[in-house]
C-alpha cells in the first residue's frame, strides 16, 4: 500500500517494499542563532516605532554632574551677606555704602541668621523668647509689608522681611554692652534707646522711601514699635 506524499521531500511506501530501498539524507545546513535575544530586541523596537511608541525607546544622555559648590546651591553669597551687614551696621550716607542693594536685592539666609544669632543671645535664661522672636520678624515685618502696601509704598513682602531681619544686627551690637552696664540703669537705658533707634533707623532709611510723602510717620513709628518690642523680649522688661 503506498500513500500519495504531502511533502515533496518525502515519499511515504509500504513496509513490504522497504527492504528494495537505499540511499542517504543529507542533512540540511542548519545554523543556531545565539543572538536569540538581540532578534526578539530588534522585533519589539520595530513593533514599538510603528506603533508610534518609538519616544519610549529613547535613551537620554546623562549630563555631566553639577559640580557646583555648597554654598552656590543653596543661593548663599558671603560677600553679599557681609557687603548688607555693613551697610546696616553703618547706615550713615557719608560712608558712601550703596545701602538700597539690601532692599532692591533681598535674600533670605542673611536676616535668617541675624534673627537667629539675636535668638541665640536671648536665650541667655529666657528660652522661651525664641520662638517668640522668630515669630515676631515673620508677622511683624508682614504688618509693615501690609501698611506700606496701604500707604502707597512699593516694596515687596521678601524685601521688608530682608530689612527688618538685617536691622536687628544693632541690638546685637548693643547686647554685650548691656551685660558690662546692667549695674548702671542710667547708662543702661540710654544705650537701649540708642540701639533701638539706630535700629528703627537703618530700617526706616531702606524701606520709607520718598513714595510715602507726608505719610513717612505713619510707618516709621510702626517700625519703630516692633524694634521695640524686639529689645523687650532680649531684656525681659
Not at 515533496?8 to 536569540?36: H, Q, R, Y
Not at 514599538?48 to 557646583?68: F, I, M, N, P, S
Not at 558690662?180 to 533701638?196: M, R, S, Y
Amino acid at each position: 500500500m503506498q500513500f500519495s506524499p504531502t511533502n515533496g521531500d518525502f515519499t511515504f511506501v509500504s513496509s513490504t517494499d522497504a527492504e528494495e530501498l537505499s540511499g542517504t539524507i543529507d542533512a540540511p545546513d542548519i545554523k543556531l542563532n545565539m543572538g536569540g535575544d538581540q532578534g526578539k530586541d530588534a522585533y519589539a523596537t520595530t513593533f514599538l516605532r510603528q506603533r508610534g511608541y518609538g519616544w519610549l525607546l529613547e535613551v537620554e544622555e546623562d549630563e555631566a554632574e553639577d559640580t557646583k559648590p555648597l554654598l552656590e546651591e543653596l543661593d548663599i553669597d558671603l560677600k553679599d551677606i557681609y557687603y548688607k551687614v555693613r551697610c546696616v551696621l553703618m547706615p550713615m550716607p557719608s560712608l558712601g555704602f550703596n545701602r538700597q542693594v539690601v532692599r532692591d536685592n533681598p535674600d533670605f539666609w542673611g536676616p535668617l541668621a541675624v534673627v537667629l544669632l539675636f535668638s541665640m543671645i536671648s536665650i541667655y535664661g529666657q528660652f522661651r523668647v525664641v520662638s517668640w522672636i522668630i515669630t515676631i520678624w515673620i508677622f511683624g515685618s508682614l504688618t509693615v509689608f501690609l501698611l506700606a502696601r496701604v500707604l502707597g509704598g512699593e516694596v515687596s513682602y521678601g524685601q521688608v522681611l530682608g530689612v527688618i531681619g538685617y536691622s536687628l544686627l544693632p541690638l546685637i551690637v548693643i547686647a554685650p554692652v548691656l551685660l558690662i552696664t546692667g549695674g548702671f540703669e542710667v547708662v543702661a537705658t540710654l544705650i537701649k534707646l540708642a540701639g533701638v533707634f539706630w535700629a528703627a533707623y537703618s530700617a526706616a532709611s531702606l524701606l520709607v522711601g520718598d513714595e510715602f510723602k507726608t505719610k513717612k510717620p505713619l510707618l516709621i513709628y510702626p517700625i519703630f514699635l516692633l524694634y521695640i518690642y524686639f529689645l523687650s523680649l532680649y531684656t525681659g522688661v
